[in-house]
């Protein structure tokens, strides 16, 4: 089965927490804080898999969860980094975002990409000791490892294309040329997918595209539709093999402009990159003036031509040479650049939410939370600390506006208590 576009989610680890601990031995008096700082959390990774043309893996693993990092220890032991999750892709592979569908990343040809970064490990108390604050009893908590929704896309790396109408010989052609061994029978739609063939030319090698599934009307879901076409997005040069020999009673002249038009519809800029026409199964035998017609057709739409037989290789090395020749005039492949953009790092925006439920008032933002997790609340300096914060927030001035009484239950997260003005 060939799988080229799926959907996963990725998580990267969290950070461990910082320890709250102090310093105990005998003889030693006034050891002082001794809490080791959290370790990072892993990092997801893609890195490119060159044995590999197909997203198959990721039929049936669509989540990626990295390993959070470890607490930290006493004694000023620092918590264990947790190790970065690969995810191995083909080379070729699109990294997107789902929800806007922009491009992160090409994986075209850089072979590592860290898509989600693991989260910072929280200090220890040791970093919070001061001349006045000599016994913290608090510490910093890890901060959360990003989390993303991607689409994988494949766009194979190839340099030529081979397109046309089934049964045409492609396939053929492909098996004489290269290593690669496709599926080849006399019927439509003998190549349900994408293969690829490194083509050796003298000193010159390229890479080979057999693309299936191009009939007319593809573009309204006829055959196999436009699904394999994503594959020419790279190819600098396309090979148009046509049937000379009108084997199954059609016009080569009307199959290059049938398949044309839908190259157009799929992407114009496709349809305008350079071809060579391959007449195929000139071995069978051509129909008069079947020649003089695609020469002149040819010359008239600036193409070259060759007329060759892929089952018995006559004209295939022309063919060769003539590709090898026109790739060296042509721009590199296609490299697709990103067009997503990181939200920019600011100042996080203390707004938050208070409302009155259950005979309480209930303060809610993600900033105070992160806060209430790094707070040690049987300790008066870390209790302090937070009291600090939330009056610089103006939390309890946006509470007594909203009719906030004295002995009133607030609860933040967890911790309840009366409200005294």
């Known amino acids: 089965m060939f799988i080229d576009k799926v959907e996963i989610y990725i998580k990267a680890g969290n950070g461990g927490n910082g320890c709250v601990a102090f310093h105990r031995e005998k003889y030693v008096a006034e050891g002082g804080p001794s809490g080791g700082d959290g370790g990072n959390g892993g990092s997801v990774i893609f890195e490119i898999d060159e044995g590999e043309n197909t997203l198959l893996p990721f039929r049936y693993k669509r989540k990626f969860i990295a390993k959070n990092g470890?607490?930290?220890?006493?004694?000023?032991?620092?918590?264990?980094?947790?190790e970065d999750l690969i995810i191995k892709v083909p080379?070729?592979?699109?990294?997107?975002?789902?929800?806007?569908?922009?491009?992160?990343?090409?994986?075209?040809?850089?072979?590592?990409?860290?898509?989600?970064?693991?989260?910072?490990?929280?200090?220890?108390?040791?970093?919070?000791?001061?001349?006045?604050?000599?016994?913290?009893?608090?510490?910093?908590?890890?901060?959360?490892?990003?989390?993303?929704?991607?689409?994988?896309?494949?766009?194979?790396?190839?340099?030529?294309?081979?397109?046309?109408?089934?049964?045409?010989?492609?396939?053929?052609?492909?098996?004489?040329?290269?290593?690669?061994?496709?599926?080849?029978?006399?019927?439509?739609?003998?190549?349900?997918?994408?293969?690829?063939?490194?083509?050796?030319?003298?000193?010159?090698?390229?890479?080979?595209?057999?693309?299936?599934?191009?009939?007319?009307?593809?573009?309204?879901?006829?055959?196999?539709?436009?699904?394999?076409?994503?594959?020419?997005?790279?190819?600098?040069?396309?090979?148009?093999?046509?049937?000379?020999?009108?084997?199954?009673?059609?016009?080569?002249?009307?199959?290059?402009?049938?398949?044309?038009?839908?190259?157009?519809?799929?992407?114009?800029?496709?349809?305008?990159r350079p071809q060579i026409i391959v007449a195929n199964k000139c071995d069978v035998g051509l129909m008069d003036g079947t020649r003089e017609k695609l020469e002149e057709y040819a010359r008239e739409k600036e193409m070259e031509i060759v007329f060759i037989s892929a089952?018995?290789?006559?004209?295939?090395?022309?063919?060769?040479?003539?590709?090898?020749?026109?790739?060296?005039?042509?721009?590199?492949?296609?490299?697709?650049?990103s067009e997503y953009v990181e939200e920019e790092v600011v100042e996080e925006s203390r707004d938050f939410t208070a409302h009155f439920e259950g005979g309480m008032w209930i303060v809610e933002a993600p900033w105070i939370e992160r806060l209430v997790s790094n707070v040690n609340f049987e300790d008066r300096e870390s209790l302090s600390y937070f009291h600090k914060v939330l009056k610089k927030a103006k939390v309890f001035e946006k509470l007594e506006e909203m009719g906030v009484q004295d002995g009133d239950a607030v609860s933040i997260y967890g911790f309840d208590f009366d409200y005294v003005k």
Not at 70 to 82: I, L, R, V, Y
Not at 168 to 177: E, Q, R
Not at 192 to 220: C, K, Q, R, W, Y
Not at 312 to 331: F, Q, W
């Open 70 to 82: 470890e607490d930290g220890k006493s004694e000023k032991f620092h918590g264990k980094t947790a």
């Open 311 to 337: 089952a018995t290789r006559a004209g295939v090395d022309e063919l060769l040479h003539k590709t090898s020749k026109i790739l060296l005039t042509l721009p590199e492949q296609t490299r697709y650049e």
């Open 91 to 272: 080379q070729g592979t699109l990294i997107k975002d789902a929800e806007s569908g922009k491009i992160i990343y090409d994986m075209g040809h850089d072979g590592r990409f860290v898509a989600a970064k693991g989260g910072r490990g929280g200090w220890g108390n040791t970093h919070f000791a001061t001349p006045t604050r000599q016994i913290p009893r608090f510490a910093k908590g890890g901060t959360p490892g990003e989390e993303k929704t991607l689409v994988l896309e494949l766009k194979m790396l190839a340099d030529v294309g081979l397109v046309g109408f089934p049964n045409v010989g492609k396939s053929t052609l492909l098996s004489m040329v290269s290593a690669a061994r496709p599926k080849i029978a006399n019927y439509h739609f003998t190549t349900l997918s994408p293969m690829l063939g490194v083509v050796s030319v003298d000193t010159h090698n390229f890479v080979m595209a057999d693309i299936p599934g191009l009939i007319e009307g593809a573009s309204d879901g006829a055959g196999l539709g436009h699904e394999f076409l994503r594959h020419v997005d790279r190819c600098r040069l396309l090979l148009h093999v046509v049937d000379a020999a009108s084997v199954e009673g059609r016009d080569p002249i009307e199959d290059i402009e049938k398949i044309n038009e839908e190259l157009y519809r799929y992407n114009p800029e496709m349809a305008a």
